[in-house]
């Protein structure tokens, strides 16, 4: 290198950052990498002292922080503090022969003023080697040598303390012998940078963890995924590498330029409405000028190029960078970002391996900037007067729900938390092969439903609560309509919509925003009744609507399912929610039917966690202050931990269940017959399950999504409606059999047809 790479210091509240150009340079600015770089980094942090990062900067921002940054820092210290000893030649030939005394000194030289900034490890065992030879050299010489010997040697052992006393000569101890100089290897297991290109705000380790053990691996379109178990904790490392952190410099160096040239248009709130008009006319004008800087540059690119950097540009301007190629894993249900941003990487919970945290640091700038986007596409606020806000996000290929918390509130910044629905609707079918459900809750759920009833689905946070209420609006036969209420955007209204359903969905304001002219929840609900027959779906019972929910409950009875979420670990933690907290009366209370309880369960060491209902319970009358203490709850199917399903009870098996007797009593085939129900309920039982064997056997994942368990629902009632005109009886075996010759018809003509292409 002709002249040292240029640095400078910058101050960001508490934090002194380090700044070395290497732009032009050939080399990678990498400290575990490069001995030069290593060797001007210590050049400089002896001449500037105390930073809390560095940073080398060409194309990609290359980061250090934390404890990597403490044991340059140390080094640095350390070698002020030799080269201040007196180890000169002249000292050094006071205490022995000219000749040795040179030796020594040569040798001192290159250990401390090259050695020790480029390879400190190597500068450690260059001085131990050099002790050894002198250690041998005094055992073959005489009393007054060896004395000028030993002289020697003190002033070596004092060199050797302060550098065994560093971090960096402790933490490697180990792996010292056998260490040749100029092997980096050992250095790789220390420093690891982060890496973010120009262009983006987010921050990203991409090296593998030197000591993780690879559990799995695979790709989400065109990013990396693998996750790793770490010897130090028991929580799993996500590892990311998208493809914008794998580009050649010409394409660095063109989107750096879009970039820049994009950033000078600063979309405005009314763009933000449609996001997704607004990513599509961005996506057009990305394609043309990342053609227009390819010419400009010299560089050819093809078609594929060009749209895989023009979605990489659309993800770093208008979208949401990095939180894009989280979101596009399915197996991703949650990702919680902590403040202060820029230190503390992202976490996720991931749908095989739970909690992990993964190798994407996202910095205060892109804080600030997902914030921005938020409150324009939500339009509500988030400021120091409204320091919450709770919104949805809805990008190509997913779904997600967001809160946002702020100062002062979050006195060190920003926070976030995401949680990812779906692309598609759940149905019953696909919780039965997660294990949620036993296919004969399924067949109660589905009877229940058909019956018209209300119900609430309780749970704690990430019990699946919502997923399951989903599940429950699939099996609404599509003749009816539907009226969905949210405060934010988490049911699948609009896939729902695209297979046929009659579907109005309200947007109310959230219970923890304030200052908007969005409609309060309680007037909303009360809204429905106005808008003619329908059935009612709350997507969460949280303030006081759940008043006005009861009432539509009361006046919905026996003719529409009411159903909606509530959080809750119990029957009567439900009770206890709803009328002590939001001070509905008891008497209300009494409208709900039924309630069903999903919690998660955990195996014993508490590194595993499982989403099952718990669960099904029928709300009774008679009673009129305590429920538990009245027998006004009665268990229909409990959770057994030993076979790890749900169980139905003896009072579900021997019919006394007031709920299913009721609705039994509107079925002239039904009424007074208690086997009828029960052999309806098992019927249900059984299609669905046949369902998820078939698509197990054939291994066809398909089969168990909402368009295809439409069709089922479909068809089951079409063959009850024939087999009843045909018998004058719901026989349930022909109705089984017609269903099952259908079902597997076309699920051999949708193998054939997919064999064939079509």
């Not at 934390?66 to 640095?76: C, D, F, R, S, Y």
């Not at 600063?266 to 010419?295: H, T, Y």
């Not at 058909?450 to 609404?476: C, F, N, P, Q, Y």
Request: glycine residues 6%; hydrophobic residues 40%.
């Amino acid at each position: 290198m002709a002249e040292p790479a240029a640095y400078e210091i910058i101050r960001e509240g508490e934090d002194v950052i380090l700044r070395i150009d290497y732009e032009g340079y050939v080399i990678v600015p990498s400290i575990e990498d490069n001995a030069i770089v290593m060797a001007r980094t210590l050049d400089v942090l002896t001449e500037v002292g105390h930073v809390t990062r560095i940073v080398f900067v060409q194309k990609r921002d290359y980061e250090y922080e934390g404890m990597q940054v403490e044991l340059l820092l140390e080094i640095a210290e350390v070698y002020k503090r030799i080269i201040k000893m007196d180890w000169s030649y002249a000292m050094l030939a006071t205490k022995t022969s000219p000749a040795l005394a040179n030796m020594v000194y040569a040798t001192l030289q290159n250990i401390v003023y090259n050695l020790l900034k480029s390879d400190p490890i190597g500068a450690y065992v260059e001085l131990v080697r050099l002790e050894r030879r002198l250690e041998l050299h005094m055992e073959k010489e005489k009393r007054p040598v060896q004395k000028q010997i030993e002289d020697l040697l003190d002033v070596l052992d004092q060199i050797l303390k302060m550098l065994e006393g560093v971090q960096l000569i402790q933490l490697v101890k180990e792996d010292i012998p056998g260490y040749h100089l100029g092997n980096r290897e050992i250095y790789r297991k220390v420093f690891n940078a982060t890496i973010k290109p120009d262009f983006t705000y987010t921050k990203l380790l991409a090296s593998p963890p030197s000591e993780g053990t690879e559990l799995a691996s695979y790709q989400v379109e065109d990013t990396d995924v693998t996750i790793y178990a770490l010897p130090e904790t028991i929580q799993y490392l996500y590892h990311m590498i998208p493809p914008e952190f794998r580009l050649s410099e010409e394409k660095y160096q063109i989107l750096d330029a879009a970039r820049r040239i994009m950033a000078e248009h600063k979309p405005k709130k009314s763009e933000f409405v449609d996001p997704q008009r607004m990513r599509s006319v961005f996506e057009k004008i990305g394609i043309d000028l990342i053609e227009e800087l390819a010419k400009y540059y010299n560089v050819r690119l093809s078609e594929k190029e060009i749209l895989q950097l023009t979605q990489i540009l659309i993800r770093y301007t208008v979208g949401f960078g990095l939180l894009e190629n989280l979101l596009a894993d399915q197996k991703i249900q949650d990702i919680t970002i902590n403040s202060p941003m820029g230190h503390i990487p992202m976490f996720i919970v991931h749908s095989d391996f739970v909690d992990c945290r993964t190798n994407i640091t996202p910095t205060p700038s892109e804080a600030e900037s997902w914030a921005s986007k938020l409150r324009m596409i939500s339009g509500r606020p988030l400021d120091e007067a409204n320091p919450i806000l709770d919104t949805e996000l809805e990008l190509p290929g997913a779904r997600a729900r967001v809160a946002v918390i702020g100062p002062p509130l979050n006195p060190t910044g920003l926070g976030y938390a995401f949680r990812r629905h779906r692309d598609k609707p759940w149905t019953l079918p696909l919780f039965m092969k997660s294990g949620m459900i036993s296919p004969l809750a399924a067949g109660v759920l589905s009877f229940l439903v058909d019956g018209a009833r209300t119900m609430l689905i309780a749970g704690t946070r990430s019990a699946g609560k919502t997923s399951l209420l989903a599940a429950l609006m699939v099996e609404i036969m599509r003749k009816f309509r539907l009226i969905s209420i949210e405060d934010t955007l988490e049911l699948p209204t609009t896939p729902l919509r695209k297979l046929g359903y009659n579907i109005q969905s309200m947007k109310v304001a959230s219970a923890l925003t304030t200052g908007t002219t969005e409609v309060s929840a309680s007037e909303g609900i009360r809204s429905t009744l106005r808008l003619g027959d329908s059935s009612l779906i709350v997507g969460e019972v949280r303030s006081e609507e759940a008043r006005a929910l009861y009432e539509a409950m009361r006046v919905g009875a026996l003719a529409n399912v009411v159903a909606g979420t509530i959080h809750g670990d119990s029957p009567y933690g439900v009770f206890d929610r709803v009328c002590n907290d939001l001070q509905v009366p008891r008497t209300s209370f009494k409208a709900t039917d039924i309630i069903v309880v999903a919690n998660p369960v955990r195996s014993a060491d508490g590194l595993h966690r499982w989403r099952r209902v718990t669960e099904i319970t029928e709300v009774r009358k008679l009673w009129d202050e305590d429920p538990v203490r009245e027998h006004g709850f009665l268990d229909l199917m409990k959770y057994d931990s030993k076979t790890d399903s749900l169980q139905p009870t003896p009072e579900l098996l021997n019919g006394d269940s007031e709920i299913l007797k009721s609705i039994a009593g509107n079925v002239k085939d039904w009424a007074g017959n208690w086997d009828a129900v029960w052999d309806n309920i098992v019927l249900r039982a059984d299609c669905k399950k046949l369902i998820v064997d078939i698509a197990q056997k054939t291994n066809n994942p398909d089969l168990l999504e909402a368009e295809f368990v439409l069709q089922c629902n479909d068809q089951f009632h079409r063959y009850s409606d024939e087999v009843k005109e045909e018998t004058g009886t719901l026989d349930t075996k022909r109705i089984y059999a017609k269903y099952e010759e259908w079902v597997k018809r076309s699920v051999k003509k949708g193998i054939i047809s997919q064999q064939l292409g079509m």
